[in-house]
């Protein structure tokens, strides 16, 4: 065991004997100021290496470097290791405070993608985890009717969760390798592509049972193609009744691109059922007073009620995300252009087609007359 001295300029670390570094600093001149870091150099029972920064104190230095030399002699190795004392849960906060965290715009969905993993390992010891358990996780998961996508969204925050720790040496390299064994389930992004739309009968059947509080949600996904995280953090401020649009920010949306939605007139009767008493400052969508955030539960039951398969696992069954395409399909058959429809959605995969391409908010609410008009005519062949 030994302890290292970090010079200030390059970060090299040497023997704490030295009194210049290679790179010409004369050391003990920053000893006296205080800035120079200590670490101690340790191996573990196993034989591998590991190195620990201790703080700017030369004393603590020594007092953490006898520490570690009884904890090896007692064969208290996990004793010596920082993640053995450290749940996921406990990882997970501090990871999630971190400024540099904080300020990712997928921020929202970072934390989401951790929490479920927390679901299974919150209360594991991070230094414990082995791949096998990892893997799994992937079985539960599909089981459970999770997409391939879904799992390895999971899996990869918690891996980067586990980088940054690494990286911050609050773990062992051990930790980082059982999450680098596990392979991704979905090999090929169009692979995970679906093209289940829903018909004008089950989405009434759908939503005839569902509760009074999911109704306006499940309108609002089939009537705009917006997506569930932009229709659960609506607020009334961006809602437009007057002119008849739903305006949404940079922020709001996963492409980081402002765009304006259009309202249909059976959703505006249901936006209108809620609106009353409400600030602008209020959610759209709330269930006792508090912001929705998983309503699979609730269109899950309401799907079996109604007789429509329910899962992307399950033969012919739906999911929220469905709505997504089932608007975009039904606006093409309703023959409204595709420059139009990209410009409700927010899908920028043209980019050409976009750049030579203008849409501005009347050719939005044409399309929405035009989408109107052929969900009337399917309603009207349907009965």
Known sequence: MAILQECPICK???????????CGVELDKFKKQGKIRYWINFRLPAGKYRREYVSNSIEDAKAADGKRKAQKKEGRI???????????????????????????????DLKNNISSFNEIFGEALVGQITPEELREYQIRRKNEGYADSYIDKHIGAARTMINRAFENDKIS??????????????????ANARDRVLSSDEYEAVFKNLPLHLKPIWAMGYYTGMRFD?????????????????????????????????????LKKQLCKISQGQNDDNYVFLYRGEALGDIRTGLKKACEKANVPYGRNVKNGITFHDLRHTF????????????????????????????????????????????????????DEST
């Open 78 to 108: 996990f004793d010596m290791l920082p993640e053995s004392k450290i749940s996921f849960n406990e990882l997970s906060e501090w990871y999630l405070n971190l400024i540099s965290t904080r300020v990712l715009k997928y921020y929202k």
């Open 328 to 379: 975009n399909t039904n606006m093409r058959k309703a023959g409204v252009a595709d420059s139009v429809i990209m410009g409700i959605t927010g899908h920028s995969t043209r980019e050409m087609f976009d750049r030579y391409d203008t849409v501005d908010s009347e050719d939005k609410k044409n399309g929405a007359k035009k989408l109107s008009s052929f969900l009337k005519t399917q309603k």
């Open 12 to 22: 090299n670390k040497q023997t704490v004997k030295k009194k210049k570094c290679k």
């Open 230 to 266: 932009e229709i659960v953090s609506l607020t009334w401020d961006k809602i437009d009744f007057k002119y008849g649009f739903i305006h949404l920010e940079a922020e709001d949306t996963k492409d980081d691109e402002k765009r304006s939605v259009p309202i249909l007139e059976d």
């Open 173 to 190: 390299g051990d930790c980082l390798k059982s999450f680098r064994l596990v392979k991704r389930l979905l090999k090929n992004s169009r």
